[in-house]
Structure formats: C-alpha cells, structure tokens
C-alpha cells in the first residue's frame, strides 16, 4: 500500500484548504482512513478518521466544525476539507491506512502513512 498526499499550501487566517490522498494498492484489511498533523516541536495528532465502509467520521475537538473528511471507494481517494483556518493549524499533515483493530485516535492503528503535505496558516 502506498498514500500519495497532495493540497498543502501557504493561507491566510480564516481561509480554507483541500487535502487528498490517493491510495495505490491495499492490504487485507482496510477498516478506515485517517489524517495526523505534526507541528515543528510537537508530537504528531489525530485530527480525522473516516471508516471506509460506512463512512463513519471522528474529529479532534480542535477541528470539530471546521474540517470534513471525505472518501470515495471507487477513487481509492480521501479528502480533508479545512475551513476557518487557523495559525495554529500549521502543521505537516499525514494521511494513514488503517488495519488494526485499536482506537481510531491512536497512530498505532495505522500501518501505512503519506509522505506528509505542509500547511502553513499566516496570521
């Protein structure tokens, strides 16, 4: 399996953003998607998770109403759509493929990571 993460960029506070991830290939299982973000300094974070069967979401509290995530089976793509950007949503962020039975939030129940996309909020 192989994430291809594009759609980082440089935005002003307050405006909005389109990541994608392109998956190639699959494993035996494949229970969901999610995407992390890593600030320079700071460990990496669970921002989103989509199941990739019924389409169940889950959010960080710090970007619940503000970003969607999305998927479509037959693209083998996901998207992260992020609105009201922030500064502090600056980060490098990471689509993974999840296998493992485990917690969502937890980067422990992805097997397969995206070489990361940076974006970069201005204030």
């Known amino acids: 399996v192989q994430l291809q993460a594009s759609g980082g960029g440089l935005v002003q506070s307050g405006g909005s953003l389109r990541l994608s991830c392109k998956i190639f290939?699959?494993?035996?299982?494949?229970?969901?998607m999610g995407w992390f973000r890593q600030a320079p300094g700071k460990d990496r974070e669970f921002v989103s998770h989509?199941?990739?069967?019924?389409?169940?979401?889950y959010y960080a509290d710090s970007v619940r109403g503000r970003f969607a995530i999305s998927r479509d089976v037959g693209q083998n793509m996901v998207w992260l759509d992020m609105n009201s950007l922030k500064p502090e949503d600056t980060a490098a962020y990471y689509c993974?493929?999840?296998?493992?039975?485990?917690?969502?939030?937890?980067?422990?129940?992805?097997?397969?990571w995206g070489q990361g996309t940076l974006v970069t909020v201005s204030s």
């Open positions: 989509i199941t990739w069967s019924a389409g169940d979401t």
């Open positions: 290939g699959r494993s035996f299982s494949r229970l969901g």
């Open positions: 993974a493929y999840r296998t493992g039975h485990v917690s969502v939030f937890a980067a422990g129940a992805y097997d397969y």
